[in-house]
């Protein structure tokens, strides 16, 4: 028994020496410093935390910025390529148009289409020439399609198109294949009619339309449209006769004026 006593009491001093040993090389304990390790653990997850989701959000904003840039430029493109588009659709009609004034021999100047007219019940359009271009009343308006108007009005710098669509139109015509001849009027939508025509003529759809310059207005054989609908049933005396001019006055932008 005392044999255990003495060796409980050397173990006991040894444990103690090697304590005192190891706080004498760490120093005095300070309380304080153990909880240093978890408030700068939890400060370092907050900085990294914080620093994640600054960096997400500045990605977020730079990839807004981007998508924002790209679209502008993809605008910029896309109206450039409107533009370049319309460029080569004017430079084909200006070289139809060029085409066309190098054949007529009646020709009196090439205007471009500046607005509609003021009286909207009536079809009409106003043109950037006039007297001082040598443009007057009643001269045939054309396009490399076909008859389009005539003049109807005219000031020194500008002029005013009765379109052929309008219902105060008309222009004498004859038909291609049948040689029969009549009249073509407006009717203030997109079809003209032909009047005039008997029974007895057999008229045939897809016929071409010209002028026929008997009325002593239009020069002879300006092409206006086909035939498109033939109907003898109710229709009295002469056959009625729809025409589709081959000139849509919608899409006019440039014409040409010729004498008669």
């Avoid at 009549?182 to 003209?192: A, R």
């Avoid at 005039?196 to 010209?210: A, G, Q, S």
């Avoid at 009325?215 to 609908?229: A, N």
Wanted: aromatic share 8%.
């Amino acid at each position: 028994m005392p044999k255990k006593r003495l060796l409980l009491f050397f173990s006991f001093i040894i444990i103690s020496f090697i304590l005192m040993t190891y706080q004498s090389n760490r120093g005095a304990f300070n309380p304080l410093r153990s909880l240093n390790y978890p408030i700068n653990t939890a400060n370092k997850a907050i900085h990294s935390l914080c620093y994640s989701i600054k960096t997400s959000f500045r990605k977020i904003y730079l990839r807004d910025e981007e998508n924002k840039r790209l679209k502008e430029q993809i605008n910029s493109l896309l109206l450039e390529q409107h533009r370049l588009r319309d460029i080569v659709a004017e430079n084909a009609r200006l070289r139809e148009l060029l085409s066309l004034k190098e054949k007529e021999r009646r020709y009196a100047a090439s205007a471009r289409v500046i607005s509609r007219g003021n009286d909207r019940w009536a079809n009409t359009l106003v043109i950037d020439k006039g007297k001082r271009d040598g443009i007057e009343k009643d001269m045939a308006v054309i396009t490399p399609l076909g008859l389009a108007g005539k003049i109807l009005s005219v000031s020194d710098l500008y002029s005013s198109i009765l379109l052929l669509n309008d219902i105060n139109f008309s222009a004498a015509i004859r038909l291609n294949d049948s040689r029969v001849e009549g009249i073509i009027s407006g009717t203030g939508g997109k079809i003209c009619i032909l009047k005039y025509i008997p029974h007895e003529y057999e008229v045939k759809r897809n016929e071409t339309v010209f002028t026929s310059g008997l009325d002593s207005l239009f020069p002879v054989d300006i092409p206006i449209g086909t035939v498109t609908k033939i109907s003898k049933k109710d229709a009295g005396l002469f056959q009625n006769i729809e025409v589709t001019p081959f000139q849509d006055n919608k899409k006019l932008e440039e014409v040409i004026i010729i004498r008669r």
